[in-house]
C-alpha cells in the first residue's frame, strides 16, 4: 500500500514556497501518495496520513504553543518530522546558547526577557540586529547603527510588552560584503549550498511580512563552514536523532565562521539549487517508513 505522506506548509505559503512541488514530485516518483497540507486546517485528518513532514509552516511564531501542540497531536496518531522535541528547541532561538556552551562558534547574541529595562551596549560598537527569541523568515527583525539607538531600543520594548523575549546582535560586516553561507543537509549528509543575499538593509523597514526576500545563489561552503555547520548538526542529533532535514546559516564573524541560525523546523531548503535535493529527502523520508 501507498504511503500517505502530509507535506506540511502555511496558507500564506502555498503559493510562495518553491519547495513544496519538488518533494511532492519526488515522494510521487518512489510511490508514495503525498499531499501539501496546511498545518492549521481543522479539515485535516491528520490520522489519515502515514507520515507528516513540516516544512514550510513559516506563520507559527506568533502561535508557537499552538504550533506545537499540533505537532504533538499528529505524533500520537502517526510519525512527524521533524519530530516535536527537536522543533520545541529549535523555534526558540535561545538554541544558540547551547551551541555556545557546546563550544561552537555563534553570533555574539544578547538575550532580554520581558520585564528587563533593556540596554543596548552594543551600539556603541556599531550596528545591531534586533529579533524576537521566536520567529521565522526575520519577521520583527531589523538592524539599527548607532545613530538609531533610540529606534532600537524602542523595538526591543515593543518587543518586551508583548511579552516575547528578544536577542539583540551585532550586525557583522560581512553580511553586506558576501553574504549568508547556507548549508542544507538530508539524513545528517551534506546535501548542497547556497549564498543568501542581505536581507536587513539600512534603508528598509522592520520585516512585517511572512518572510524577507533574498537573493539566492549556488555555493560552495569552505571545509571550516562546513565544520562549524556540520558540528551544530551533530549537537542537535546528539539530543534528539539525526535530524531528517537541516540547514545551518554561517557567517563570517571576527574569529572566523560561526552560527548565524540552525534552522531544523521549517527551513528553507533550496531544492531548484540543490539538483537532486528532493530526491535525497524523498528517499530518506520514505526510508524511514521502512
Known amino acids: 500500500m501507498s504511503p500517505r505522506i502530509a507535506i506540511a506548509t502555511a ?59 499540533w505537532a504533538a497531536s499528529v505524533a500520537r496518531t502517526g510519525r512527524i518530522w521533524n519530530p516535536v522535541p527537536l522543533l520545541a528547541w529549535n523555534t526558540d532561538k535561545r538554541y544558540l546558547f547551547d551551541l555556545r556552551a557546546a563550544g561552537i562558534p555563534v553570533v555574539p547574541t544578547r538575550l532580554v526577557e520581558p520585564g528587563a529595562e533593556p540596554t543596548i551596549p552594543e551600539l556603541q560598537a556599531g550596528e545591531v540586529v534586533v529579533k524576537p527569541a ?67 538593509r539600512p534603508d528598509t523597514d522592520v520585516v512585517a511580512g511572512l518572510f524577507a526576500a533574498e537573493q539566492i545563489v549556488p555555493a560552495t561552503p569552505t571545509a571550516v563552514e562546513h565544520a562549524v555547520a556540520a558540528a551544530a548538526l551533530a549537537l542537535a542529533a546528539e539530543r534528539f536523532g539525526v535530524p531528517l532535514y537541516g540547514r545551518v546559516d554561517v557567517v563570517d564573524g571576527p ?36
Open 11 to 69: 496558507t500564506r505559503a502555498l503559493d510562495v514556497d518553491r519547495d513544496l512541488e519538488p518533494l511532492q514530485t519526488a515522494l510521487a516518483e518512489r510511490g508514495a501518495e503525498p499531499r501539501i497540507t496546511v498545518w492549521d486546517d481543522p479539515a485535516v485528518d491528520w490520522s489519515s496520513f502515514r507520515a507528516t513532514v513540516v516544512r514550510s509552516t513559516w506563520d507559527y511564531a506568533l502561535r508557537r504553543a499552538t504550533f506545537l501542540d
Open 255 to 290: 574569529d572566523g565562521p560561526c552560527v548565524l541560525e540552525l534552522e531544523l523546523a521549517e527551513p528553507s531548503l533550496f531544492h531548484a539549487h540543490g539538483p537532486g535535493s528532493a530526491d535525497r529527502l524523498a528517499e530518506a523520508l520514505l526510508a524511514r517508513l521502512g
Open 134 to 200: 521566536v520567529s521565522a523568515g526575520a519577521r520583527d527583525t531589523d538592524r539599527y547603527p548607532p545613530d538609531r539607538a533610540d529606534h532600537a531600543l524602542a523595538h526591543v520594548r515593543r518587543l518586551l510588552a508583548d511579552g516575547r523575549s528578544v536577542l539583540v546582535q551585532p550586525y557583522l560586516p560581512s553580511v553586506d560584503a558576501s553574504g549568508e553561507r547556507a548549508l542544507v543537509f538530508v539524513d545528517g549528509a551534506f546535501s548542497h549550498a547556497v549564498t543568501k543575499g542581505p536581507i536587513l
